[in-house]
């Protein structure tokens, strides 16, 4: 039997995540009330489950090897999952980060939260699911720098979830190589102001901001409805509205209070017959907590 740290047993709670808000492609994101649970456990070597390991979970523990040099500790993990997969919340950035956070703390924490982030971004390929999940609040990603702000209370996460499930890797396969000019200073307009009403915590100024040129024309055609919720979720006074991540969320932020845009939306979607879930979030302004257990 291999030696372990002492404390063999980890608790990882991750936040779910909602990222670029239309027009801050790949580099705004934001933690939300919802999360996924891990439990990761050292075992004895010679206990190892047979069974193929799920391929993300193998991915990630090689990278960790990889940056810190050295074998991993054997473990087990179950997950207690809220956030659903597949949807744009930030399903995969939870299970890279629970993963590489637990079997860290089993390691005795050979890297830093800025290294869990690098390992984890390179995986998922952009980092602005990781990052929020990994701090908390409202994050602005760039390469190799990150910034972050708390985000108030009494900003509403509304999340219509379909039943439609869109993967990320089909979905960014569909986006355009290039963008033109007038279209990509349009977004960087909308997103630097986005950010100051963040930063300042001036949400109200954030309505008609959402508009987007470099990905939602590619992948809302996928989700036929979203234009008739967009509408509807306008309407009844959201702040904004967008694809939450590759989709398939569509996500309306409300100030102050959510009930008129909850109640909307709940009509619209009964007068469409369209499946899925309303989830009324709230920011996370703590990220990724460990605890042993
Ligand atoms: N609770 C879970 N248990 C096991 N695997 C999971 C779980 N949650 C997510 N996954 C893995 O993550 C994949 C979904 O990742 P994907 O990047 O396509 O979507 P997402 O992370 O939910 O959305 P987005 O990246 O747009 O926020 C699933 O197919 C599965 O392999
Ligand atoms: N920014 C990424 C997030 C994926 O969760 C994308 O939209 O593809």
Same mark, same amino acid.
């Given at each position: ?13 991750? #936040? &779910? ?12 994101? &934001? %933690? ?19 069974? #193929? ?14 940056? @810190?040099?050295?074998? !991993? +500790? ?9 956030? #659903? ?9 939870? @299970? ?24 984890? !971004? ?10 929020? *999940?990994? /701090?908390?609040?409202?994050? @602005?990603?760039?390469? *190799? ?20 499930? +869109? ?6 396969? +569909?986006?355009? *190589? ?12 909308? %997103? ?5 009403? /963040? ?10 901001? =959402? ?13 036929? =409805? ?14 904004? =509205? ?9 996500? !309306? ?24 879930? @309303? ?10 907590? +460990?605890?042993?257990?």
């Amino acid at each position: 039997m291999r030696a372990t740290n002492h404390k063999n047993r980890w608790l990882v709670k991750v #936040p &779910a995540t909602t990222t670029n808000f239309g027009p801050g492609f790949d580099t705004f994101g &934001a %933690a939300l009330s919802l999360y996924n649970e891990f439990i990761i456990e050292a075992i004895d070597d010679s206990l190892s489950s047979p069974d #193929p390991p799920h391929p993300m979970v193998f991915e990630t523990v090689k990278a960790f090897e990889k940056k @810190i040099q050295s074998a !991993s +500790i054997p473990f087990k993990w179950t997950v207690k999952s809220q956030i #659903p997969q597949a949807r744009g919340l930030g399903s995969s950035a939870s @299970i890279r980060l629970g993963i590489l956070a637990g079997l860290n703390a089993l390691s005795g924490n050979p890297l830093n939260r800025e290294e869990l982030l690098e390992i984890a !971004s390179e995986l998922e390929g952009h980092p602005d699911n990781v990052t929020p *999940a990994l /701090f908390g609040g409202f994050t @602005i990603c760039g390469p *190799a720098k990150m910034l972050r702000c708390r985000i108030e209370s009494k900003l509403f996460f509304v999340a219509f979830v379909p039943q439609i499930e +869109i993967p990320t890797e089909s979905s960014r396969r +569909i986006l355009p *190589a290039e963008i033109k000019l007038k279209e990509a200073i349009q977004n960087l307009q909308r %997103a630097t102001l986005m950010a100051i009403c /963040f930063f300042e915590k001036k949400y109200e100024t954030l309505s008609g901001l =959402f508009v987007d040129y470099f990905h939602e024309p590619y992948r809302l055609p996928a989700i036929p =409805f979203w234009e008739k919720l967009r509408d509807t979720s306008l309407k009844a006074g959201a702040l904004g =509205f967008y694809l939450s991540g590759s989709g398939s969320t569509l996500m !309306s932020l409300a100030y102050k209070n959510p009930t008129n845009v909850v109640q909307a939306l709940k009509e619209e979607l009964l007068k469409l017959a369209i499946p899925g879930e @309303i989830l009324v979030l709230k920011p996370d302004n703590l990220g990724l907590r +460990i605890t042993h257990c």
